[in-house]
Each structure stands twice: as C-alpha cells, then as structure tokens.
C-alpha cells in the first residue's frame, strides 16, 4: 500500500462495525472477467448529483440492478439517498427530483456507501458513460471510507457504438440508443431508473455480442477499448 493509500486509510473516521464490513468488501475475492455471461453477475449503475462539476460536486444518489446469468433481476437492485450538508440548487432538484427534505434525511455518506459496496461485491460494473460515475462514486469512496476504488467497469457509450457501427455516427446519448431499441424510460434522471433502463440496453448487448462470438466480460471491454481507440478517446 503506497504512503497515499495509507494517510487516506487514516484519514477515514469509521466505527468499529463499519470497519469491519469495510474489511469484509475488502477480503472478497476479485471479479474472474473470462467468466461466460450465462454464468455471470454484473451491476448496471447510475448516480445523481448536485452538479456535473466532477471535482466539485456531491453525489446524492446512486441506484443500480443487477444482471445476472444475463437476465435482469429486479429483486436484486439498490438504491440510496446520501445526506447532504447542504441541499443542491432548485434547478438541480427539478432535474432528479430529490427534494430538500429527502436529501438531508438521507443515509449517512459512510453508511450509504458501505450498503452500497455489500450489494455489489466484486462484481464487474456498468454504466452509460463512465467517467462520470465512476469519478463521483471514487471521490465519494476516497472521503467518506479513504479507499482506492480500483474496480471493472464497462461503458456502454462505447460498446453500444462497437456492436453497431452503421449507428455510431448518429447515436451519442443513452436517450438516443433506448429510443432506437424501443426501451421505455419514465422517471429519466432517477438513478435507478435510468440504471434499469441501461441494464436493457445491455441485455441487447448481450445478444449482439455473442452473435460476434463475444462471450465474456473481458471480450466486452477489448471491444470497449478498440472503439475508444476509432474514435480517438482517451
């Protein structure tokens, strides 16, 4: 552990139980990537926040469903409200729709994001766009339990154009490849909504990738990465 990871470590002020479940998330095993889809469990995120300023900004909430064995289990979904200090704009509660009240009686950041890391595991994630997720449930791991949050993650903004070049040039937002796919999205900006609704469009994925012998995890991501690669991002 480098000295970073160590003050970080000492930085967080958890109790005795929350140290321990932390421990716990800690000591599972890693996510195999080569495991086949049909044997697999993945977790499709999404998350609201007080902005898009990933340096600056809160994040309030995160839903997510699980894909498993390549069907979606509604059973086996999360979500969670995180207590904020302070509510976010007028603007931004118009545009998720957690009011003032139900951010501040939110779960306590530690709390919520220890349930959030016990219903995941080690299992892969997804997520439409990732860097945005991935960065504000990063920075929220870093302040609240001072982890390093090295985890899987799959960007269907890259594999949806991957599997489906003739559409890569007009389909950019999730909006754009639910519409064409006829996935139904009626609470768009609640973060287990539009978790759901990706976890659709990665079921079409599914489909298409293994009509392109695609049978894993790890093929996904060559597949995610090779498109970065066309389309010039980082």
Known sequence: MSWLARWLEKRSELTAPQRQRLDAWKGLSRAVLSIPFSGARYVVVDVETSGLNLMEDRLISIGAV??????????????????????????????HG?????????????????????????????????????????????????????????DMAYVMPALNPALAARYRSLDDWITHFGIQNDARHNALADALVTAQLFQVALAQAHNKNISDFAGLRDLEKAQRWVSGAD
């Open 66 to 95: 699980a894909v498993v064995h390549g069907q979606i289990v509604l059973g086996d979904s999360f979500y969670v409200v995180l207590q904020q200090p302070a509510s976010s704009n007028k603007e931004n509660i118009l545009l």
């Open 98 to 154: 957690i009011g003032s009240a139900a951010q501040a009686g939110g779960e306590p950041a530690s709390d919520a994001l220890l349930a959030f890391l016990d219903y995941l595991g080690k299992d892969p994630l997804i997520a439409f766009h990732v860097t945005f997720d991935q960065t504000m449930i990063q920075r929220a791991l870093r302040r609240y339990l001072g982890i390093f949050f090295t985890h899987p993650w799959l």
